[in-house]
């Protein structure tokens, strides 16, 4: 008897997370992906705990019920705010975008600093993580780092989101606020006794931007390593499949909540490739 | 007997309405004001037809039931895309902010331009309107101009409310970013024949850089004269108001579909006065 093909579900609020999606296909053969973009009611990154919490667990239960064998939240402010609720009403496994993203952060500082000591400037190696208010209020990936024994310093970027959808990803304006961005940042940290050694990209979004960040890290002066928690939770993900599941092409079909051709438009730029067709969802937000 | 106190619900999207009520306050002394920011499904610029009209109508319905007698829709978005449905659903009298923003820079163009004809030039005066993708997407403001026998050119300027949420309402990015649309939108406006004579304020957050866009008109080589549609609801509001209701201090209470503490915060930018109290309100969404 062959066995079932593998089903995973990937969410996010919009289109970030097909950031995710996107590293996924090439690792996941013979795997079908139902991907939901809750887009009527994003962005989720200036929402409260309790109403992101409450669209993600609509969002995750559709794709349960809809066949998925394994979620993935692929939202960075629905895993900081919401992944503890998600996993009380699934009964599916879920994996989040920030444990993978600290852990690849984590083997990036130890490629760099072995034996993660203080250096002889006295600075302590740490991680510098850039994300939105949201999640930087929520303090998780600081959590999830200090649980790996790191030290991380977490950095609001609320502009990068609208300049990335502004398709504003290779512009003056957007290596402006990068420097700017950056520059506070690592003096920041500076102050506080810390040295960037790897910058972890805590939003979907800024994958389309890694080229950008290590430029502006370079002009200023710094040579931390740019990791991806898009590309980092793929890995986590496509490593729990069934050896006898790799065959063939990775397949999906997209759901949003809104307008199915703006997705379909908007999307592509993040999936990098064509999405031919869109389903509507009314989750009744 | 005494007349009942006029009470006024003012809707919006979040906080950008908050400069129609800072507006009206001055205007509409002895009346009532519940102001109602939708700010778990904000924002709505990027969003369909369908969806934001649903939110506008559950809004204001709340609005209508909670004893207002008149409705301001202080949110381009929902103005141009929700007006009929709203006035559909409601009782009571519904003004939005396009009309009188239009009317408003109806009169400008008329101040500076008497005859609206070409001038030595060749290009013809017109209306140059700022505002969010979907609103400029509805083309509410330039058929509402038509209605008025005046051409207005629409641009969408969407980095702009990030901008001022970030608090860069007088920053070096937002004027390279004001720059950036303003030249755009002045050359647009050249190449069809067009002389933007007058610029209106298409959103209600931008009332709070109205200076940096005149300082980049006149960088620019523009003299332009800026209209605020916000203002010009505000007057065209309290113009509705019984004269014998014109005594003590106008009062307001806001509520919010989100965290209270972030618009109490974020709001007293907005309206410039403090925020003593916000109450939540569950909608549903």
Redesign the interface.
Same mark, same amino acid.
């Given at each position: 008897m062959p066995m079932p093909q593998p089903t995973i579900g990937v969410f996010d609020s919009g289109f970030g997370g097909l950031t995710v999606l996107r590293a996924l296909l090439p690792l996941a053969p013979g795997t079908h992906f139902l991907y939901l973009g809750d887009?009527?009611? &994003?962005p989720y990154g200036?929402?409260?705990q309790t109403?992101i919490s409450r669209y993600a667990v609509e969002s995750s239960r559709f794709l349960e019920d809809h066949g998925c064998d394994h979620l993935v939240i692929a939202c960075n402010t629905a895993t900081a705010l919401a992944l503890p609720d998600i996993r009380d009403h699934v009964g599916i496994a879920v994996t989040g975008v920030i444990e993978p993203g600290a852990r690849a952060a984590a083997e990036a500082l130890a490629r760099v600093s072995p034996g993660d000591h203080a250096g002889e400037s006295g600075a302590v190696p740490a991680i510098l993580v850039l994300a939105t208010a949201a999640t930087v209020q929520s303090h998780a990936y600081r959590d999830t780092c200090a649980a790996l024994g790191l030290r991380a310093y977490e950095k609001a970027c609320? &502009?990068l989101?609208? &300049?990335v959808?502004?398709g504003?990803t290779d512009h003056?304006?957007l290596r402006?606020?990068l420097r700017?961005y950056l520059r506070e940042a690592l003096e920041e940290m500076r102050a506080v006794g810390l040295r960037a050694e790897a910058v972890l990209l805590g939003c979907t979004h800024y994958p389309l931007i890694a080229d950008a960040i290590r430029q502006a890290l370079r002009e200023l002066g710094s040579d931390a390593e740019v990791v991806d928690s898009a590309a980092a939770t793929a890995r986590t993900v496509a490593a729990t499949l069934p050896v006898a599941a790799t065959t063939g092409p990775a397949t999906f079909a997209c759901y949003a909540?809104?307008?199915v051709e703006?997705f379909a438009r908007l999307g592509s730029v993040f999936l990098q490739r064509n999405i031919p067709e869109v389903h509507l969802l009314d989750l009744?937000?």
């Open positions: 887009t009527a009611r &994003l200036a929402k409260s109403t609320p &502009l989101v609208p &300049l959808e502004e504003w003056p304006v402006d606020v700017i909540t809104d307008s703006k009744g937000g």
